[in-house]
């Protein structure tokens, strides 16, 4: 596992890394999408690509992000990587 192998490079030992499952839950989806439309690394994605690229990437996410709306908003599951080791 990547993360794993890094902290041991880092020098960590009896390095732990466990997956943590999440909800991101947001009112609408108008809302999620302009959270990920914040995202650094999102903003910069989107700066590679021309206006027109710009466009369809906008509208591919928000057809994939309809699948986690509802009538309680916005809700998609995720995981997290959390790691912990010894100095």
Do not use: C, W
């Amino acid at each position: 596992m990547i993360l794993r192998e890094a902290f041991q490079r880092a020098g960590f030992i009896a390095v732990d890394v466990r997956t943590v499952p999440f909800v991101y839950r947001f009112p609408s989806l108008t809302d999620a999408l302009s959270h990920s439309e914040e995202q650094p690394q999102f903003v910069k994605l989107l700066d590679a690509l021309s206006e027109t690229a710009r466009v369809a990437a906008r509208i591919e996410l928000e057809s994939a992000f309809q699948a986690f709306g509802g009538p309680d908003g916005f809700e998609a599951p995720s995981e997290a990587l959390i790691a912990a080791g010894t100095a």
